[in-house]
Structures are given as structure tokens and as C-alpha cells.
């Protein structure tokens, strides 16, 4: 995926929110909420300091006990604004939990569409961190970052506002630093979402390296390379301890960016309170030390939020940085497919995108048998994928398809599992099938039989992965059968036995071969051939294949 594409320019969190809007990711009532407890949890902390000022003038200055009102009032305080906190982080989890469920499920939906075609563009570790850290990220963006960003765009004025009866000098002098903590976090975290693009490259590549190299641990061994790859997985070890680094330098000078001026004002309040209750500086109203020590505990709230937002900065910058990667794949369009009795079409001006694979003419009969060739790389497992409706495309195969690859995809469940699909087959058709495979011997010798697990990493060589899934194709009763190139990883031998098979079992649907290895022309009553991207049909006779 390239971090250029879909580049979120000056509006970038506005462009993020529309774009969360349009995926029904935003839920304004329970975030409205959140912000109304939140508000009432300033108040209340206001309140508070009101109450605890005037506790302490009345024990300090006028040496009396406490009056038991102060006291309840306190105390209440407290409570509700550990109640508050409560009520607000059930909403904020309640939320964050709704949106993350609804760009999951979204992600999943487009995998559904886009099947292998469009999991295979990309490593599994990089699916892996997407849905485990991207939209986790969009999640805390919404529920923390944007509430925090009202908070801390609200609470000064109020706060300001709170504080101006009791002396106007110092509500102005905040008024006037305010400002200057917004502008250091802009200057400070201008980069911070280019960081958090490159951490995640540099996470993927070392992750995606690391998984690779393991697959293929037997590869290493037997041409000695572990010192080359240990030196390859060691630069993208240090890759990433160098971007992990960029990426907590930049929170940490943000951080103390914050706390330098938020200290520097609440510094200059203290002294100027000091001065004026010695009476060596009178500007505004005299205060009292009741009025003194509530201006000295409700100035550093007005910074608190801001620094709060400071810290949940990098949460928009990581957001930001997902939504770049979620953007494109949340945004293709795929064909609708409607499973139907295939009878046969007749298409003109085929056209499948990315990458381009252009038809003029296309026809397809129910029975027929396609050979469909061309040189590696010129499209032909893109136009199946086409076909099959998990890339867009301009036409679309409107029936029950079925597609054999060759790269087979076992489940980490049992092998049993993995034939059926969930399906209610009996145990001798799974052995039948496994026999036609050659692989019934196997099955036999494992521990559990057809119940023994695959596991993540099965320890099964390529040709018995793709076996498994020939015999798992078998028992499917699709109308279209869809085979690319499904006896690759075979010997020669193997080849012409499984071909074979697979010719006896589906002589009666509409197949589309696409083979490298040589296939009986006999079986074929069309021929398809692929270059560049450009798909022609090859004039053949028709033969009578039954």
C-alpha cells in the first residue's frame, strides 16, 4: 500500500471525520454524552476547590473549626466526580466498542467481497495490525482525542470565566499564555502522523520478514543462509527501534513543551498572588487567602486539559495514519454477484481493473471446457479473480462459482474441517477422496485421523496443502469450475493423475483452466489466451467432449 495514496492535506481531520461518517462510524448521542459528563465533572472539581478554599481560610485564618456544611458539600464533590468518572468510562468502552465492531465488520465485508484477491496484495501481518491496531486507534481518536479536543478548546473559557470576579488581572493574563500551548503542540506534532505512517512500514516489514523467514525455515537450512537473513531481520529490527524512537521523541518534547509553559503560568499566578496578599501588589481586587488559594487550584485545570490533549495527540496522528491504510480498501467497489442457473453469456468490451485486463469479445456456454493461457504474469489468476467478483470489474459471472488456486488455504482447525467447510459429509467419502488424492496413506498415519488439527503452520509440504484442497474442491457442486493452475506445486506424474481426476469429476460443468503444465487439448472446446493484459479468444473447433 502506498503512503501516498490518499494523502489527508490541511483538512485532514475533517476529510477523517466525513469519511467515518460515510462508514457509520460516528455515533454523536452517546459522544455528546460523554462530553456533557465531562463538563460536569470540571464543574464539579471547581466546586470542590471552592469548598476546600474555604475549609482552609476558615482553619487557617480565622483558626475555627470546619463548618460541617463545607464539609458534606466536599465530600459530595468527590463522590459524584468519582461517580462521573465511572458513568464516563463505561460510555467511553461502550463507544469504543461500537466503532471499532462497525469498521470491523465493514473490513470484513470487503474481505468477503474481496476474498484472496485482496488478501493476497498484502502480508498477513499487515491484516493482522490492521485489525488490531489501525481501527483501535480510529476508535481512540473518536472517544478520546476529539472529546479531549472540546475539553480543552471549552474548559478555559470557563474556567477564565469562573475566575474573573475574583480578580480580572490574572483571568487576563491567562488569556493572553492560553494560546501559546495550542501553538507549540501544532509546531511540535506537525510530523507526528508521517512518523506513526512510517512506524507501522517499518512494524510491517520487520513482522512480514520475521513470518517469512520462518515458513521457511527447511529453504535457510538447507542453503546455509541464516547469517544473511539474521543480518536482514537485524536491519529491520534497527529500522524499527530507529522509527519507534522518532515517534516517542516527538511525544516526549511535545509532552514537555506542555508542562514548561502550563508550569511557567501557574508559577507566575502563584507570585502574583503572593504579592498581593502581602499587599505589595494591588491590581484588580484584594484577595483574601480563600480567593488566593481557589485561583491557585483552579489554575493549573485550565492547562491540565490541554495537556491532557497533548498527550492523546499522538492518537489523531495514529488515526490519521490508519485511515490511510483503511481508506483504499474500504472504498473499492466490488461486483454484485447473484448464484443463479448458468446458461451461458456473450460479453463485449470486458474490462477488469487494477491492474488492467482488457476482452473485446467473450463467450461462455454452459458445458463448456476453456483452456485459458498465457505467460506468467500477463493476468490470467486477475481475470479469474474478476470473474469471480472479487475485484471490480465490468462484467461479472452471475452463478455458483467455485475457484481452485494454487496456493491452497487450510483453516487451523481439524483436516476433517478443513474438506467439509461445516458441511455434513460421511467419513468414506473423505477417505474416498483423500485416495483419489493420494494422500489416504497420510491421513492414516496422523494421530487423531481426519480429527487431528492443522495448526497455523500444518507441517505439510506444497503439494500435500494443494491436494487437500483439490479434494476439498471435489465436493463442492458449484456450476462453474474456476482452476488456476491447481497442480503447480506436483510432479509430473501427479499432474496427469490429479488432471485426470479433476477432468472425470467436472466433465459435466463449465470449467476454465489456466495451466503452465500441459493439459489433454481434447478436453477443451475453447481457448483463451492472455497477453499483456489483453484477452483473446483462440479459434478451435468444437469438439464433442462427452
Request: charged share 20%.
Amino acid at each position: 500500500m502506498s503512503s501516498n495514496e490518499h494523502i489527508i492535506h490541511r483538512d485532514e481531520e475533517r476529510q477523517l471525520i466525513g469519511w467515518l461518517k460515510q462508514q457509520g462510524a460516528v455515533f454523536h448521542a452517546p459522544l455528546q454524552t460523554v462530553m456533557i459528563v465531562s463538563l460536569a465533572i470540571f464543574a464539579l472539581q471547581v466546586g470542590a476547590f471552592w469548598w476546600l478554599a474555604n475549609i482552609a481560610d476558615t482553619m487557617i485564618v480565622q483558626s475555627q473549626s470546619p463548618k460541617m456544611e463545607d464539609v458534606r458539600l466536599l465530600g459530595l464533590a468527590f463522590v459524584f466526580i468519582l461517580l462521573l468518572h465511572k458513568i464516563k468510562d463505561n460510555l467511553i468502552n461502550q463507544t469504543h466498542g461500537r466503532i471499532c465492531s462497525t469498521l470491523q465488520a465493514r473490513l470484513q465485508h470487503q474481505m468477503e467481497r474481496g476474498s484472496h484477491a485482496m488478501i493476497r496484495n498484502e502480508s498477513h501481518y499487515f491484516w493482522q495490525q490492521l485489525w488490531l491496531d489501525k481501527i483501535p486507534a480510529v476508535g481512540d481518536y473518536i472517544t478520546k482525542y476529539r472529546i479531549q479536543k472540546k475539553m480543552a478548546t471549552i474548559t478555559p473559557f470557563i474556567a477564565v470565566a469562573i475566575m474573573w470576579p475574583v480578580n480580572w488581572v490574572i483571568a487576563v493574563a491567562l488569556i493572553i499564555a492560553i494560546p501559546v500551548v495550542p501553538l507549540f503542540m501544532y509546531i511540535v506534532g506537525k510530523g507526528a502522523a508521517n512518523l506513526h505512517r512510517q512506524h507501522f512500514s517499518a512494524l510491517e516489514k520487520l513482522g512480514s520478514t520475521f513470518v517469512d523467514r520462518l515458513k521457511a525455515l527447511t529453504l535457510l537450512e538447507v542453503f546455509n543462509a541464516h547469517k544473511s537473513q539474521q543480518k536482514t531481520l537485524e536491519q529491520a529490527s534497527e529500522q524499527l527501534n530507529e522509527r519507534t524512537m522518532k515517534v516517542v521523541s516527538v511525544a516526549f518534547l511535545s509532552s514537555s513543551v506542555l508542562d514548561f509553559f502550563s508550569t511557567l503560568a501557574v508559577a507566575l499566578v502563584a507570585v502574583f498572588v503572593g504579592f498581593n496578599l502581602l499587599g505589595e501588589v494591588q491590581l484588580g481586587a484584594h484577595l483574601a487567602l480563600h480567593q488566593g488559594l481557589f485561583l491557585l487550584l483552579v489554575s493549573p485545570q485550565i492547562f491540565a486539559e490541554l495537556k491532557r490533549l497533548g498527550k492523546q495527540y499522538h492518537q489523531k496522528a495514529h488515526a490519521v495514519a490508519a485511515a490511510q491504510h483503511l481508506m483504499p480498501i474500504y472504498e473499492v467497489e466490488y461486483p454484485i454477484q447473484r448464484p443463479n442457473q448458468f446458461s451461458g453469456i456473450h460479453w463485449r468490451n470486458v474490462k477488469v481493473e487494477s491492474p488492467v485486463v482488457t476482452a473485446d469479445e467473450l463467450q461462455l456456454s454452459a458445458g463448456d471446457w476453456v483452456q485459458l493461457e498465457g505467460a506468467s504474469g500477463s493476468g490470467k489468476t486477475v481475470f479469474l479473480e474478476a470473474l469471480m467478483a472479487q475485484r471490480p470489474a465490468s462484467h461479472v459471472l452471475n452463478a455458483n462459482i467455485a475457484m481452485l488456486t494454487q496456493h491452497a488455504i487450510l483453516k487451523p482447525c481439524s483436516l476433517r474441517e478443513n474438506l467439509t467447510l461445516g458441511r455434513r459429509i460421511s467419513d468414506s467419502r473423505l477417505w474416498e477422496l483423500l485416495a483419489f488424492v493420494e494422500l489416504k496413506e497420510w491421513a492414516q498415519s496422523l494421530p487423531q485421523g481426519l480429527d487431528t488439527p492443522m495448526g497455523e503452520a500444518p507441517v505439510l509440504s506444497g503439494g500435500q496443502q494443494q491436494r487437500i484442497a483439490i479434494a476439498r474442491m471435489l465436493l463442492c457442486d458449484a456450476d462453474i469450475i474456476l482452476l488456476d493452475e491447481p497442480t503447480a506445486h506436483l510432479t509430473n506424474e501427479q499432474h496427469q493423475r490429479i488432471s485426470q481426476l479433476l477432468r472425470d469429476n467436472f466433465k459435466d460443468k463449465t470449467v476454465i483452466w489456466a495451466s503452465h503444465k500441459p493439459l489433454n487439448s481434447a478436453w477443451f472446446n475453447r481457448s483463451w489466451h492472455m497477453s499483456d493484459g489483453l484477452l483473446n479468444e483462440v479459434n478451435t473447433e468444437n469438439k464433442d467432449r462427452r
